[in-house]
């Protein structure tokens, strides 16, 4: 008998199943969080540093600089409480009164086609959308509302990113074709996957290849203010990748 994922998690006491996740964002880190090669670089700050539970009403924020640029960094988690998501748009809002350009993370797998999407599933286990993380919320949790951190004060907001069809070509370039078989390839979709690429392989593109692209793009673009919302795992191979962009970047709050 197959399990949805909602009745996979609904069993689960919501503690426990937030914690998982720091511990698997915690892992993912530790494999591999500098992008631009396969030994990391050294941690310019403990990883534990980021670690958020979603539930906080003040959330932290991580200001680097390398004195031409600034980057507020805003650690996130796909499921949280209200409290929290609304809490990170008042410091969004107030951080684009003061002139920062808003970079954000979102990957828009609903626009694959339906092999591609059951491609996406073998990488995490699940279909990493919107909706499937409202699946996995609940007892006071919700999916995270990208929707209500847009837009506030000017709509001049940034998706830095990686296309959904990016993130597959980069990990099939890296590690070959990922071939969808047995029940995975005509289960629903809602479904989690029995089947899943190395965790080893999967955290080079999910995270490393994402963090060097962030790097990059912050790098290259004119914006010089910026407040970033990124997930926390992320937020270790970001400083990683801006330092051996240039070595002057640094936490200055």
Same mark, same amino acid.
Request: proline content about 5%.
């Given at each position: ?6 009745? +996979? ?8 199943? @937030?914690? @998982?996740? !720091? ?9 591999? +969080? ?22 906080? =009403? ?8 390398? %004195?031409?640029?600034? !980057? ?8 949280? =409480? #209200?409290?929290? +998501? ?14 920062? =350009?808003?970079? +954000?993370? /979102? ?19 699940? @279909? #990493? ?14 999916? *995270? ?14 998706? $830095? ?14 590690? %070959?074709?990922? !071939? $969808? ?7 629903? &979709? ?5 089947? $899943? ?9 999910? &995270? ?18 910026? !407040? @970033?919302? /990124?997930?926390?795992?992320? %937020? ?5 990748? &801006? *330092? ?10």
């Amino acid at each position: 008998m197959r399990t949805s994922i909602k009745t +996979y998690f609904s069993i689960q006491a919501v503690a426990a199943k @937030l914690t @998982l996740l !720091v511990i698997l964002a915690t892992n993912f880190a530790t494999i591999a +969080y500098a992008g631009s090669a396969d030994t990391p670089a050294r941690l310019p700050t403990d990883a534990l540093v980021f670690a958020i539970s979603g539930e906080e =009403t003040d959330p932290a924020t991580f200001t680097f600089s390398n %004195g031409k640029k600034t !980057v507020i960094y805003i650690p996130m988690i796909h499921i949280g =409480t #209200p409290a929290f +998501y609304k809490a990170v748009a008042e410091k969004v809002k107030i951080q684009k009164m003061a002139g920062a =350009t808003l970079y +954000y993370e /979102f990957i828009d797998f609903d626009a694959l086609d339906d092999n591609n999407k059951r491609k996406a599933r073998a990488l995490v286990g699940i @279909l #990493p959308t919107p909706h499937q993380y409202d699946e996995l919320s609940g007892d006071g949790y919700i999916g *995270q509302p990208n929707n209500d951190f847009l837009g506030l004060v000017n709509d001049k907001d940034v998706n $830095v990113d990686v296309t959904p069809e990016e993130l597959l070509e980069a990990y099939e370039d890296r590690f %070959g074709p990922i !071939v $969808v078989t047995g029940v995975d390839a005509t289960s629903d &979709l809602s479904e989690m996957a029995t089947t $899943v690429m190395p965790m080893e392989n999967v955290s080079k593109i999910i &995270l490393a290849s994402r963090n060097q692209n962030i790097a990059d793009t912050i790098s290259n673009r004119q914006e010089t203010n910026i !407040v @970033l919302l /990124f997930g926390a795992a992320h %937020g270790p191979g970001i400083v990683a990748d &801006l *330092q051996l962009i240039d070595p002057n970047w640094k936490r200055t709050e």
